[in-house]
């Protein structure tokens, strides 16, 4: 019977790695069809393996719950010689990828079919997912570095699918700098922690900073982890070409926007064991994706474009993530990446219902004294929960700030004439979103090696003043709009500050557009176009 169970977790794994190389098979087969039949059934045959990946995930995820229960499967050790890294990480990313992957191919092959770029977007497209999956999947930092470039140089060819907009052009230029900078970015930091500790796979990178000092490489390292994080989760003032690929198809921005764009929050959530506390690569964390939050979060209410409004979101949304990560919040930061991942996907493949509704006249606020008077008990209420229960935001007041607010802010938007009865269910919903966040941190701890950083003092003042002024700002958005000092610094957000032109304006003087109005052919696109 074990060797029956050790043959079984053999072929799981083996399963597990064979699908990132299959999809790559058919990557390239999609590539070279000669016929609109060929064609089908190589989306046909994405599609299986997306779902193949998905069954075999849950798989995986069942053997590290027998693990975990008591029951030894012998999981890790048969995984090592293999080169995977099955942890609870791995696990809920491969869920994610994998279903995002099956849902997205769905809905691509019938939102392209017919269209002139279905054959580029196809190869591509499966080429991105299976480098996802083995940047989730390996044990070894050399292979998650040729992961994480082999996703950049995929997602440029996409980003590039109507190579005529010159729009699309620029951004895939200003984005191809920017990777560029994260990719140099990673390498270093690979290089730094292989000088300090001697090895590149994970197992025994964890087990040796567990066991000795961290020394300069690791704080360098931190720092320049983070410059790679921020790079590929487009913050400040590196976040331009985010805005400007709205030019590609809503499959490419789906894409985008709930997969390929967390990638810095994993790598961070992947590789934070090796760093004892909080370095200057959190600090740096915290100032700019903090700040990022703040400006994409008021330039997101200035837009009228419902696509320009979703990628703001989005900037906002990896700003928050890696600001969670910054402040030590590991768990929050994975509960973030995997619930904006599934909210992104469906926004944008929805999107035009979205602009049906968007369409349809809204109903007026209630008076502000009423919505008040619900909000602020409610988040007081909330804020008394987590102080009891101080685990539920890793024992940071930085972060129970942040969920009491949130709670607080749901009955904002209470509109007018709302019944006594229909307030009350509204305040027992949005006092919901604790015992709902309760549930997430519970499922979502047990993937990571440790809950919680502790909070420094550097760290906390840096995490209040950016806290302060998003609540201070969004605050006088929602209570003052008509202000005349409000209005005047509307016109300013809609452009996002104008923070994005600097590196633009960089870009387009070194790299003038026209070198790249003829992109290459797919079968010569890896030596001519890097993303």
Request: one cysteine or more; hydrophobic letters at 60%.
């Amino acid at each position: 019977m074990p060797q029956f169970i050790d043959f079984a977790v053999l072929a799981l794994l083996a399963l597990w790695l064979l699908i990132p190389v299959s999809l790559l098979v058919v990557a390239g087969a999609s590539a070279r069809a000669g016929s609109s039949k060929s064609l089908g059934r190589a989306w046909k045959a994405g599609r299986l393996l997306t779902l193949s990946a998905l069954v075999a995930s849950l798989a995986v995820g069942a053997l590290l719950l027998m693990d975990a229960w008591g029951l030894p499967t012998g999981l890790p050790e048969t995984a090592q010689p293999l080169g995977l890294y099955p942890d609870g990480l791995a696990v809920w990313m491969a869920l994610l990828i994998s279903l995002l992957g099956t849902v997205l191919l769905r809905f691509a092959e019938g939102y392209l079919k017919g269209d002139r770029g279905e054959r580029r977007f196809l190869p591509w497209c499966l080429v991105v997912l299976a480098s996802v999956m083995l940047l989730v999947f390996t044990h070894h930092l050399v292979v998650m570095l040729i992961a994480w470039v082999g996703v950049s140089v995929a997602l440029h060819h996409l980003l590039t699918l109507y190579p005529e907009r010159v729009e699309a052009q620029r951004a895939a230029w200003q984005k191809f700098v920017v990777s560029r900078i994260g990719d140099i970015a990673l390498i270093a930091a690979v290089a730094l922690l292989y000088a300090r500790f001697g090895t590149f796979e994970l197992p025994q990178l964890f087990a040796a900073a567990a066991a000795g000092s961290g020394g300069w490489q690791v704080e360098a390292a931190s720092v320049a982890l983070a410059v790679a994080a921020l790079c590929k989760c487009a913050q400040v003032p590196m976040h331009g070409w985010l805005i400007k690929v709205m030019e590609a198809p809503t499959p490419v921005s789906a894409l985008l926007h709930a997969g390929v764009i967390n990638l810095g929050g994993f790598v961070w959530l992947r590789l934070f064991p090796v760093f004892d506390g909080l370095t200057l690569g959190h600090y740096l964390l915290i100032a700019v994706g903090g700040f990022t939050a703040l400006v994409a979060v008021m330039t997101m209410l200035t837009q009228t474009s419902v696509k320009h409004a979703l990628a703001w979101s989005t900037c906002a949304q990896m700003g928050f993530m890696l600001f969670e990560i910054g402040v030590g919040a590991y768990t929050l930061a994975l509960a973030h990446l995997l619930a904006h991942s599934l909210y992104k996907a469906h926004s944008f493949l929805a999107s035009g219902r979205t602009v049906r509704a968007a369409r349809c006249e809204r109903l007026p606020l209630a008076p502000m004294r009423q919505r008040l008077a619900l909000a602020l008990p409610a988040a007081a209420l909330a804020a008394a929960v987590l102080a009891v229960f101080p685990t539920l935001v890793s024992h940071n007041p930085l972060l129970g700030a942040l969920l009491s607010l949130a709670v607080g802010s749901t009955l904002l938007g209470m509109p007018v004439g709302t019944a006594k009865r229909k307030r009350l269910a509204l305040f027992v919903m949005a006092l919901g979103l604790v015992p709902l966040y309760a549930l997430l941190h519970s499922m979502l701890a047990p993937a990571l090696p440790s809950a919680y950083a502790p909070l420094t003092l550097t760290a906390g003042l840096l995490g209040t003043l950016m806290l302060a002024s998003l609540v201070l700002a969004a605050g006088a958005v929602t209570l003052f709009p008509q202000a005349a000092c409000v209005a005047r610094w509307r016109v300013h957000f809609s452009q996002g500050l104008y923070l994005a032109l600097p590196f633009q304006r960089a870009v387009d003087a070194i790299a003038p557009i026209h070198d790249w109005s003829r992109p290459a052919p797919l079968a010569h696109g890896l030596k001519g176009e890097w993303s």
